[in-house]
């Protein structure tokens, strides 16, 4: 029924789209004109923009109410985990609190498509909306994605992080996590890192607002490309943007930052 429901607004989009464009195609067969002599067939791009921005502010302002599921991924003995996550607009938590044979679990509001193959002792792991949650307003309201996913703590991670227009939080201080990818558009982003251990850290970010906390103890080395963007690392805990002990220290973490119109703060 779900499914049916976005085909129908699929097609009142794009009936509406043909209706608009035959409608001027006929005002201008019959000759009628604007007062400035154009066609009217002049005016569908600023018509058809106009209508565009009402659909998705209703879009925005009628929101359905959206189920939440809870979801989980089996560890299937493996001693380390690739994890891919893709999410869309909404609030995104990620922190630790899975534990016995779960890699994670977690609630998802708006859908979960999840995806997992064992490569050896690796788990190759992919999480993204479910298929049938299109988010391109012509093609359904847009829906709320709310997820709050708890890794297990004991399983070393590789995060690749392709947020999107959201709030998320992601607390990673009693995980171990080897690198970190993380790319986000317009969102606000407050990120714990652990611990301990040695870690990478890549991000790539636009029109963001990004807080990279640092536990004690932990060495860094920050550097960043911004465009129309601010980097600022705290001088109070961090005189110099590279720790004297980075290279020999057993927990550290190489930050890199590129970023557009970004706000960046490394505390």
């Known amino acids: 029924a779900k499914r049916n429901n976005h085909m129908n607004r699929s097609s009142l989009f794009w009936g509406a789209v043909l209706l608009l464009v035959g409608g001027l ?14 066609s009217l067939l002049s005016l569908f791009w600023p018509l058809l923009l106009i209508g565009f921005g009402v659909w998705v502010l209703l ?16 560890l299937q003995n493996a001693h380390s985990a690739n994890v891919r996550i893709n999410h869309g607009a909404g609030e995104f938590h990620l922190h630790s609190g899975a534990s016995g044979n779960q890699l994670l ?22 999480l993204q909306p479910s298929e049938n949650r299109i988010m391109f307003p012509p ?14 703590a004991t399983v070393p991670l590789s995060l690749n992080l392709n947020l999107g227009a959201n709030k998320a939080d992601i607390n990673l ?13 317009a969102s606000d982003t407050v990120l714990t890192l652990p611990s301990h251990g040695r870690l990478n850290l890549d991000c790539e970010i636009g029109a963001a607002s990004l807080t990279i906390i640092v536990p004690d103890g932990v060495a860094i080395r920050a550097r960043a490309a911004m465009g129309a963007g601010d980097f600022k690392v705290d001088r109070s805990r961090f005189p110099n943007n590279e720790s004297p002990d980075f290279v020999s220290a057993q ?17």
């Open 25 to 38: 195609m006929l005002a201008g067969e019959m000759g009628i004109r604007l007062p400035n002599g154009s």
């Open 59 to 74: 879009g925005v302002f009628m929101r359905k109410d959206v189920e939440s599921e809870p979801a989980s991924v089996d």
């Open 105 to 126: 679990q977690g609630t998802f509001t708006g859908g979960l498509d999840h995806r997992s193959n064992l490569n050896g002792d690796v788990l190759d792991v992919k």
């Open 139 to 152: 093609f359904g309201w847009k829906e709320q994605l709310d997820w709050d996913v708890a890794f297990n």
């Open 173 to 185: 201080q009693d995980m171990t996590v080897t690198d970190i990818r993380l790319k986000s558009g």
């Open 251 to 267: 927990n550290a973490v190489d930050i890199n930052v590129k970023g557009g119109a970004a706000s960046v703060r490394v505390k």
